[in-house]
């Protein structure tokens, strides 16, 4: 019994820890102090739910224990006695003395988490440090899972979200969503956020793994939970379109036994219709919100194209090769023309793909980039230039720091000197 129960606190865990900690930051106006107290009232469930059995609503219930002990803290902090005052009149009026635990978490709550993604992705801290602290806070996971999520030592983890709170209470980031011109900007931070950690679990940048699917998970829920919140931001249901369906491929991109299988090999029929299903209606929303198409609107129309194509010689390649080069015009960079490269070879032949290739071949920030020599070696294979083809996937294959992959292209090479 204890042990089931035990199960059922995670469980609830994972799922109201983000509207707890929203709940009491916008309260304590400290992230580091929120988690704290969502802790305490975390601990307090432990104790009492084996005894007692779990309440109806658990999650009014821990925010009523953490509450109470957000008043406590404030008792105890001399320092902050006028702020006590004015927490004792708010708690007062919302009836905390004898809380209701079957009343709604609370009705502002969809504001609170609004605010709460908005503080973790902030722009003043380091890119490695919001992907912990929105991991942490927004998706429930602990310092181990996000250390082996990310193959970092846990104690790197721990300091970076330490750092992180304490980053954002020493440079006085209000806890609210920001409004006008700063909210576009402050918006493309957290589509970042959700985007970097789709994409690693989508691609492992290293490790055993081709890949990670609870990350993929994890940044899906959060960017729904995004998408309800925000409903009038079209670069938001243009990110959610676009991870939906990239998510519908992931039981066809792996084998039985964990080898990646690209693209133009995997079995469509095992591609998931509900998630592409999901993210054909996402896209359609961010469409008819009408405005200048955005990158992440733009790049969920790309995948809807592979989506509605029954196999890969049904594509739209054209299309493609059209939306590509839209996405270079308002992001330019060398992995988009990489990306508009294999259209174009895919669409117009190997040869005017791989002059575009030969076009970025001397970039710097390529220079390490695995997939470069990768994409470079598959059009030189379909021209027949089969030992330069082998010493492309090569010579990707040393680059890339993923065991499976490095498998993959270690193989190709093989295939082209056979």
Same mark, same amino acid.
């Given at each position: 019994?204890?042990?089931?129960?035990?199960?059922?606190?995670? +469980?609830?865990?994972?799922?109201?820890?983000?509207?707890?900690?929203? @709940?009491?930051?916008?309260?304590?106006?400290?992230?580091?102090? =929120?988690?704290?107290?969502? %802790?305490?009232?975390?601990?307090?469930?432990?104790?009492?739910?084996?005894?007692?059995?779990?309440?109806?609503?658990? #999650?009014?219930? $821990?925010?009523?224990?953490?509450?109470?002990r957000a008043i406590d803290y404030f008792?105890?902090?001399?320092? $902050?006695?006028?702020?006590?005052?004015?927490? @004792?009149?708010?708690?007062?009026?919302?009836?905390?003395?004898?809380?209701?635990?079957? +009343?709604?978490?609370?009705?502002?709550?969809?504001?609170?988490?609004?605010?709460?993604?908005?503080?973790?992705?902030?722009?003043?801290?380091?890119?490695?440090?919001?992907?912990?602290?929105?991991?942490?806070?927004? &998706? @429930?996971?602990?310092?181990?899972?996000?250390?082996?999520?990310?193959?970092?030592?846990?104690?790197?983890?721990? %300091?970076?979200?330490?750092?992180?709170?304490?980053?954002l209470a020493e440079k006085r980031v209000?806890?609210?969503?920001?409004? #006008?011109?700063?909210?576009?900007?402050?918006?493309?931070?957290?589509?970042?956020?959700?985007?970097?950690?789709?994409?690693?679990?989508?691609?492992?940048?290293?490790?055993?793994?081709?890949?990670?699917? +609870? $990350?993929?998970?994890?940044?899906?829920? $959060?960017?729904?939970?995004?998408?309800?919140?925000?409903?009038?931001?079209?670069?938001?249901? #243009?990110?959610?379109?676009?991870?939906?369906?990239?998510?519908?491929?992931?039981?066809?991109?792996?084998?039985?036994?964990?080898?990646?299988?690209?693209?133009?090999?995997?079995?469509?029929?095992?591609?998931? %219709?509900?998630?592409?299903?999901?993210?054909?209606?996402?896209?359609?929303?961010?469409?008819? /919100? &009408?405005?200048?198409? #955005?990158?992440?609107?733009?790049?969920?129309?790309?995948? !809807?194209?592979?989506?509605?194509?029954?196999?890969?010689?049904?594509?739209?390649?054209?299309?493609?090769?059209?939306?590509?080069?839209?996405?270079?015009?308002?992001?330019?960079?060398?992995?988009?023309?990489?990306?508009?490269?294999?259209?174009?070879?895919?669409?117009?032949?190997?040869? =005017? @793909?791989?002059?575009?290739?030969?076009?970025?071949?001397?970039?710097?920030?390529?220079?390490?980039?695995?997939?470069?020599?990768?994409?470079?070696?598959?059009?030189?294979?379909?021209?027949?230039?089969?030992?330069?083809?082998?010493?492309?996937?090569?010579?990707? =294959?040393?680059?890339?720091?993923?065991?499976?992959?490095?498998? /993959?292209?270690?193989?190709? !090479?093989? =295939?082209?000197?056979?």
């Amino acid at each position: 019994m204890t042990t089931d129960t035990h199960r059922t606190i995670d +469980a609830v865990w994972r799922i109201e820890s983000p509207r707890l900690i929203a @709940g009491l930051a916008r309260i304590v106006r400290d992230l580091g102090v =929120a988690e704290d107290l969502a %802790q305490d009232a975390l601990v307090a469930a432990l104790e009492q739910w084996p005894k007692s059995g779990v309440p109806d609503n658990p #999650g009014a219930w $821990l925010m009523a224990a953490a509450k109470h002990r957000a008043i406590d803290y404030f008792r105890r902090n001399t320092r $902050l006695e006028r702020k006590h005052e004015e927490l @004792g009149r708010e708690l007062a009026t919302r009836e905390m003395a004898v809380p209701d635990l079957n +009343a709604p978490l609370d009705d502002d709550i969809g504001d609170d988490l609004l605010r709460l993604v908005f503080v973790s992705c902030h722009p003043v801290l380091s890119t490695e440090a919001r992907l912990a602290l929105t991991l942490r806070l927004l &998706g @429930g996971l602990t310092t181990t899972e996000i250390a082996r999520a990310f193959l970092v030592p846990e104690p790197t983890i721990a %300091q970076r979200i330490v750092r992180a709170k304490r980053t954002l209470a020493e440079k006085r980031v209000p806890f609210e969503v920001p409004r #006008g011109p700063e909210l576009a900007a402050r918006l493309s931070s957290v589509l970042e956020v959700l985007y970097l950690i789709f994409n690693e679990g989508y691609s492992a940048t290293a490790g055993d793994d081709w890949m990670r699917p +609870a $990350l993929c998970e994890d940044a899906l829920r $959060l960017g729904r939970i995004l998408a309800e919140l925000a409903p009038r931001e079209p670069e938001v249901h #243009g990110l959610v379109a676009l991870m939906e369906i990239q998510a519908s491929r992931s039981s066809a991109r792996v084998s039985a036994s964990g080898e990646p299988i690209l693209l133009f090999d995997q079995n469509r029929a095992r591609w998931d %219709q509900l998630l592409i299903g999901r993210g054909l209606a996402a896209l359609a929303r961010a469409e008819k /919100l &009408g405005g200048r198409q #955005g990158p992440y609107v733009i790049q969920a129309a790309i995948a !809807a194209c592979h989506a509605r194509a029954r196999n890969a010689e049904e594509t739209d390649w054209a299309q493609i090769v059209a939306l590509y080069a839209e996405l270079a015009r308002l992001m330019p960079s060398p992995v988009v023309e990489l990306n508009r490269a294999v259209a174009v070879g895919m669409a117009f032949g190997p040869a =005017a @793909g791989l002059e575009l290739v030969d076009a970025i071949t001397t970039e710097p920030s390529l220079e390490s980039y695995h997939l470069l020599p990768s994409v470079r070696g598959d059009l030189l294979k379909k021209l027949g230039r089969t030992e330069e083809a082998r010493a492309e996937f090569e010579r990707a =294959a040393r680059l890339t720091r993923n065991t499976r992959e490095r498998t /993959l292209l270690i193989e190709r !090479a093989r =295939a082209c000197a056979d």
